[in-house]
Nanobody
């Protein structure tokens, strides 16, 4: 089994930055694709970014392209989401996810999730 723990959330003013981290344990970290999702109040959980287990491919939802960067450090068993130029609409609980595949499967098929970290962006 895989355990995921997110950290780094907080309150930031619009235009500011935050760096989220996800620490993974339980299985060989380097063999798992990783990703970030978020869920705003009253909204469905949505995909934000993902990275292959090899780290050679990343993908972002359109609303965060050019502002967010996902990366991984297999030696430290961590995945990071660097969030720059934050906007109020980025306010949400951010979740780390993992899958024992080269890349993440569809959201409903992803087997491992963290418990989330809250990001609040003020106007």
């Amino acid at each position: 089994q895989v355990q995921l723990v997110e950290s780094g959330g907080g309150l930031v003013q619009a235009g500011g930055s935050l760096r989220l981290s996800c620490a993974a344990s339980g299985r060989t970290f380097s063999n798992y694709a990783m990703g970030w999702f978020r869920q705003a109040p009253g909204k469905e959980r949505e995909f934000v970014a993902r990275i292959r287990w090899s780290g050679d491919y990343t993908y972002y939802t359109d609303s965060v392209k050019g502002r967010f960067t996902i990366s991984r450090d297999n030696a430290k068993n961590t995945v990071t989401l660097q969030m720059d130029n934050l906007k109020p609409e980025d306010t949400a609980v951010y979740y780390c996810a993992a899958d024992s595949r080269l890349d993440l499967r569809v959201t409903g098929a992803i087997p491992y999730w963290g418990k989330g970290t809250l990001v609040t962006v003020s106007s």
